[in-house]
């Protein structure tokens, strides 16, 4: 697991813009080494709402960055619980157990890219539970 803060990260002229006066900005979440080598299989826009959460899994060859866009999140990555807020992200690698819980008192909305290293991407359950 690799977790980005964006309150720890500056903004730095976007790499086309002409950093004397830049038009764009750009805060780096993940760079070159951090993220695995694989296809991008899916990218989706998740929608937690308050006091929600999502099963404890994990996926047999794919990687997971998640973006918090708005709310409070608590992510639990093989038992380590992390806080997420508004522009922070998280990357959970392949085989990592992993559940997202909304600890806010709205709607949390996140981004979630799959990069798998591998063919099938598979999800496995890791508990079940019980229907809301």
């Not at 964006?6 to 006066?21: G, I, L, Q, Y």
């Not at 990592?96 to 063919?119: K, P, S, W």
């Not at 496995?124 to 539970?129: G, H, M, P, S």
């Amino acid at each position: 697991m690799r977790v980005a803060y964006s309150a720890d990260r500056a903004f730095v002229p976007a790499s086309h813009e002409d950093p004397r006066s830049p038009g764009a900005w750009k805060k780096v979440l993940f760079g070159k080494g951090d993220l695995v080598a694989g296809t991008v299989p899916m990218v989706n826009w998740g929608r937690l709402p308050a006091g929600k959460s999502f099963a404890a899994h994990y996926h047999e060859d794919m990687q997971e960055v998640f973006v918090v866009f708005q709310g409070e999140a608590e992510m639990t990555v093989e038992g380590r619980p992390v806080r997420l807020g508004a522009g922070d992200a998280i990357a959970v690698d392949p085989r990592e157990v992993h559940q997202m819980r909304n600890c806010g008192g709205g709607d949390l909305l996140y981004m979630v890219f799959g990069i798998a290293t591998g063919q099938s991407g598979r999800t496995i359950v890791v508990e079940a539970r019980p229907p809301a």
